[in-house]
């Protein structure tokens, strides 16, 4: 066996040259891996009874920075190099993986061989190829629906062949994830799987899953739980509204650093809305120190509850919390109880590139009986340009302020955008597909334009990004604006006077 297994001088380090799968599946460099590990008690690496787990393994880089801790923590407690490696590989770490190929890469690194019973690993005490390092190529089991009853994957995108991953995550889809190995863990860490694609609008929708990682790992009752996962969770996310309450009402995280800018941690991903690591103690109940690193700045440190009484956000910048709290006493009537949920009218995105789907060969460009005006984008991504068209009104699943003057606002831009694009005056009987937000409706043509001047000032728009934590945004993204009295014109100077004195 090498003596010189896991010797820090050794340069370069094969895990930080790694690609990404994907931006969904990331692989974490050393750095940032040990950044996490030392969040945790330095007594563990003295513990030869310590168990750690890492649930989503890519390139079993968390499990190999341990072993390199445990063996010089234990050197003392097993003082015989190759009898201290074979304990802490056989009885310390594990690791379930993502992939049929993650996993042979992780026993690589951990085992020095994709076989952990080969004649090349540096553990002599397993029996199956497997190690500690375990894969196994699970089905996703579907409901009447075509939902896995798990992670809620659609069986249309899901339900494939033997030949295609399935990504039916082993940790996930279980009732029960401590059968997997029959023991508990004292430490659960890693960086899961992010989301998978559900299929929505045209194809680029995706739902989280990395939220259903650290339920689970919080199911197992470890003593410390530790993730890399995206910040868009304190904000917002699809399906994500009771798992951001229980992380805010969770009173054992100790720790959080926020990375506003994901290319500071990942620096060839862009990850809307940044990522956060965080420290999760099974016998904390205080405040947690929160660490947040806006982009291109100096990180701030805050210790506080991520609960609040202003919103139901994680306010991410405690530097805004002054005046959110200002704007809060002043006026407690939100703006985001004017705007509208996705689809304010149940036209999906699609509309334009799938005409036919809504009964159209292409959608007429002039008026017709009992038609209404509609406003949409044609084209994919980048490419989209906005298009206006016409339909019949009976193609409407909703209709709420269709009859009245609104704003269209696109829920979708660039989180590099300084401003938020030109939001469109919407008239009676003019509607628009799921690619806008809808504002209103409003009385009178008047308070419409009045509101479009108040979208405009400084304070709505810092208010707006003060809140936004990814691409896409929905009525909880205007939570902090609050909502004003339309009937007159409002200038950021007349804001500034109404609420300085708060």
């Not at 699809?238 to 650093?257: E, Q, V």
């Not at 302020?401 to 606002?409: C, I, R, S, T, V």
């Amino acid at each position: 066996m090498s003596k010189n297994l896991y010797n820090t001088s050794y340069n370069p380090d094969i895990l930080s040259c790694l690609a990404n799968l994907s931006n969904d599946e990331v692989f974490t460099s050393p750095e940032i891996a040990n950044s996490i590990l030392d969040l945790l008690p330095a007594f563990l690496w003295e513990d030869s009874k310590t168990t750690f787990l890492d649930p989503g393994t890519k390139s079993g880089v968390f499990l190999r920075e341990i072993v390199k801790r445990l063996d010089i923590g234990l050197s003392n407690e097993i003082p015989d190099r190759e009898k201290r490696l074979n304990h802490i590989l056989k009885n310390q770490v594990f690791g379930i993986a993502i992939t049929e190929l993650t996993a042979l890469l992780s026993r690589r690194s951990i085992y020095c061989s994709k076989s952990a019973n080969s004649e090349f690993s540096i553990c002599q005490e397993f029996q199956d190829d497997m190690g500690n390092i375990r894969f196994e190529n699970i089905d996703h089991i579907w409901d009447k629906n075509g939902n896995c009853v798990f992670c809620k994957a659609k069986k249309d995108n899901y339900g494939r062949g033997e030949e295609l991953e399935s990504y039916a995550y082993e940790f996930i889809h279980t009732n029960n994830a401590q059968r997997i190995f029959n023991m508990k863990f004292d430490v659960i860490i890693g960086n899961p799987p992010y989301q998978m694609n559900d299929g929505g609008g045209t194809g680029d929708s995706a739902k989280p899953i990395y939220n259903l990682f650290v339920e689970q790992a919080i199911k197992l009752k470890p003593r410390y739980l530790s993730m890399i996962i995206p910040s868009r969770w304190m904000k917002g996310g699809k399906g994500l509204d009771k798992f951001r309450k229980n992380l805010m009402d969770d009173t054992r995280i100790s720790y959080i650093y926020d990375f506003e800018d994901a290319k500071e941690c990942f620096s060839s991903l862009n990850i809307d809305g940044g990522v956060c690591y965080f420290l999760w103690e099974r016998n904390h109940n205080d405040k947690a120190d929160f660490i947040f690193k806006p982009k291109g700045e100096k990180e701030f440190h805050s210790r506080r509850f991520l609960n609040n009484e202003l919103i139901n956000n994680v306010i991410r910048d405690d530097r805004q919390a002054s005046i959110i709290q200002k704007v809060h006493t002043k006026n407690k009537l939100s703006f985001s109880s004017i705007v509208s949920s996705r689809k304010p009218y149940g036209i999906a995105t699609d509309l334009f590139n799938n005409p036919k789907k809504y009964g159209y060969n292409s959608i007429p460009t002039t008026e017709f009986e009992n038609s209404i005006k509609i406003f949409g984008v044609i084209g994919n991504k980048g490419g989209a340009k906005r298009i206006d068209g016409y339909i019949h009104e009976n193609c409407l699943l909703k209709k709420d302020g269709l009859n009245a003057y609104k704003l269209f606002q696109s829920y979708a831009y660039s989180t590099t955008a300084t401003v938020p694009p030109a939001i469109i005056l919407g008239k009676p009987g003019e509607a628009s597909t799921e690619t806008f937000l809808q504002i209103g409706p409003f009385a009178t043509k008047r308070e419409a334009e009045n509101c479009l001047l108040y979208t405009k000032t400084k304070f709505y728009r810092a208010l707006l990004f003060f809140n936004r934590i990814q691409k896409n945004l929905s009525q909880n993204t205007f939570a902090l604006i609050p909502l004003e009295d339309f009937s007159k014109e409002l200038t950021d100077k007349d804001l500034y006077e109404k609420y300085r004195g708060c």
